[in-house]
């Protein structure tokens, strides 16, 4: 089964396009899985009954895994059974008949206008690193790309007189989206007055660099956003998804066209988009308590 699963982690990567992101999930719910059928005498695929599937799930809620947690589990376990079916390696899919279970939908942590300009604040000085992390918090809050986007673009994916960004996002599609005239200058000092220094006379089209300069983790951009946001006083629970959280909710909030939104945000589908009018929403019934006379 370890050769099977193998198998399938090399399809979705070199035949399907999947991001890394996606592969490391795939591989972790569904090693979780075979260790399962495995402490359960299941040694082959042919052995996997609807049953052995069923027990892990519950397994896995018994462990306090929450609704999306076994949900996409599921969804692993459902395209690695599809694969199997089709590669001819077994005659039958035993999670066809598995339902996913449909948790409540969860807001999206979001920042206000006043603690954004605070965190952005917070990063400006005249270091390298300063301009290094001023140029990303500006960029990621600008465009709503995706921590992992904004790591692996590259110089010429930013158009800073036209003012667009270029990205390349999940399942390698690439979307255009509008950079704002404050983010753009944050770019351009960066890339002319720290970039240079940052280098180290390393020949690499990565944009934003570490002190090796070598690629920027998203790792290394989460610690910086946690330090900025401690210089802002920010209590909120935060991580880099929040800028992007808050960049679709604060468009939505100030007239955006939903669809430009799902556009800009690389969405496939306009469900995952919806979500962000929810928090408008929310905001909108706050203020009606808050100030309605007989609220």
Not at 102 to 109: A, E, H, R, V, Y
Not at 152 to 158: V, W
Not at 160 to 176: A, P, S, T
Not at 262 to 283: N, R
């Amino acid at each position: 089964m370890k050769t099977d699963l193998y198998d399938f982690i090399h399809y979705c990567r070199v035949e399907k396009g999947l991001t890394n992101n996606t592969l490391q999930s795939y591989q972790r719910d569904l090693q979780h899985y075979l260790n399962h059928l495995q402490k359960n005498n299941i040694t082959g695929i042919q052995e996997i009954e609807r049953s052995h599937i069923v027990a892990f799930l519950y397994d896995l809620k018994e462990n306090g895994r929450s609704t999306s947690t076994i949900a996409r589990t599921i969804s692993s376990i459902r395209a690695f059974h599809q694969f199997l079916l089709r590669d001819q390696r077994s005659s039958k899919d035993p999670s066809e008949l598995i339902e996913i279970p449909k948790g409540d939908k969860k807001l999206p942590d979001v920042l206000t206008t006043s603690e954004i300009e605070a965190l952005l604040t917070s990063v400006n000085g005249t270091t390298s690193f300063a301009r290094r992390n001023k140029a990303m918090l500006e960029l990621m809050y600008a465009t709503g790309l995706r921590v992992s986007e904004l790591c692996s673009l590259e110089t010429g994916d930013i158009h800073l007189q036209m003012g667009f960004v270029h990205c390349l996002g999940k399942g390698n599609k690439e979307r255009i989206i509008p950079l704002g005239q404050t983010a753009a200058e944050a770019v351009e000092n960066y890339v002319h007055r720290a970039r240079p220094q940052l280098m180290k006379k390393k020949k690499h089209e990565i944009l934003f660099v570490n002190h090796h300069g070598t690629s920027l983790s998203r790792q290394g951009f989460w610690k910086i956003l946690k330090e900025a946001a401690g210089r802002a006083g920010i209590q909120k629970k935060l991580t880099p998804h929040t800028l992007r959280h808050s960049f679709a909710t604060h468009l939505l909030e100030n007239g955006a066209d939903l669809r430009a939104v799902q556009e800009m945000l690389g969405h496939a589908d306009i469900s995952a988009t919806q979500i962000y009018t929810h928090v408008s929403t929310h905001k909108l019934k706050d203020v009606y308590l808050n100030y309605h006379p007989r609220a």
